[in-house]
């Protein structure tokens, strides 16, 4: 069963080493999940659509990120010209006060707002930080809140 699950989604994502992980990915799932007895009369439908929907996820993730990666190519290419230093001294000055007040975050906090900022969805962010997908708009929210408060007193102005 695990080769032909890793077969389908060797087609579907064109990469053998991601349909490996995905496989087990779906097999770790059918052992951790509590399977109504319908599920479990149809093992190997459960195991096919848990994979494909990993794939599909997978997919989605490529493509955000790709689509991302553009954007900001894009953006660097055609706001920023070689002589422009003062856009780059207080861009440098940004990046220095934001990594200042990330540093004084709690680190889950910190992690938290950086995973959102690079385009992570509430649903990754939900599984890295093994929580419900509906506490994350709730944890961003506290997170931006205390970056703001930190920012605030260390700084004491907004950009």
Request: charged residues 30%; hydrophobic residues 40%.
């Amino acid at each position: 069963m695990r080769a032909r699950l890793v077969s389908i989604l060797r087609r579907m994502l064109g990469d053998c080493g991601r349909a490996e992980e995905l496989a087990n990915e779906a097999f770790l799932k059918l052992h951790s999940a509590v399977l109504p007895a319908a599920a479990k009369k149809n093992l190997p439908g459960w195991l096919y659509r848990t994979a494909m929907n990993l794939g599909i996820d997978d997919l989605r993730a490529r493509s955000r990120h790709v689509r991302l990666v553009r954007q900001a190519s894009r953006a660097r290419s055609t706001s920023s010209s070689p002589d422009d230093g003062l856009q780059h001294v207080l861009r440098a000055e940004r990046q220095k006060r934001v990594r200042a007040v990330l540093s004084r975050l709690k680190p889950e906090s910190a992690q938290l707002l950086l995973l959102r900022a690079t385009g992570h969805s509430y649903r990754e962010i939900a599984t890295h930080f093994e929580i419900p997908g509906a506490s994350v708009g709730t944890m961003l929210i506290r997170a931006e809140a205390a970056f703001e408060k930190c920012y605030l007193e260390l700084f004491g102005e907004t950009d």
